[in-house]
């Protein structure tokens, strides 16, 4: 059984910072295709960035480049998504996902999704 555990969301002003965390667990030796992705309130699920077992990143939103970063070791199922000058349409329920063999941006197509830590940013 595959368990994603993700975590660090919260409450920051305009301009603050948070870090995302995320680990998957599951049969010895098994290496994750992991990703970040958000659900803004009355949204769809959308792809911030996305690895692959190679540990090259895909960053799909732009802001990714600018004021988020991301860090974590492929290797070991653990990724981080370190978040700097939050502003308010970054308000969202953001999740981890992992799978065996799928390393790309469709939420769809991951297998394994941890619960959802909620991000609010405050004027």
């Known amino acids: 059984q595959v368990h994603v555990v993700d975590s660090g969301g ?5 301009g603050g910072s ?7 667990s ?14 803004p309130p009355g949204k769809e699920r959308e792809c911030v960035a996305a690895v692959g077992q190679s ?9 990714v480049n600018d004021r988020f970063a991301n860090a974590g070791d492929n290797g070991k199922n653990i ?13 969202a329920k953001y999740y981890c996902a992992a799978d065996e063999n799928y390393a790309g ?12 830590t909620q991000v609010t940013v405050s004027a």
């Open 26 to 39: 599951g049969p010895a030796n098994t290496a994750y295709n992991m990703g970040w992705f958000r659900q």
């Open 55 to 63: 540990n090259v990143w895909t960053n799909v939103k732009d802001f």
């Open 10 to 14: 919260g409450l920051a002003q305009v």
């Open 79 to 91: 990724i981080y998504l370190q978040m700097n000058d939050l502003q308010l349409e970054d308000t």
């Open 18 to 24: 948070l870090r995302l965390s995320c680990a998957a």
């Open 105 to 116: 941006t469709t939420a769809k197509r991951y297998n394994h999704w941890g619960q959802g």
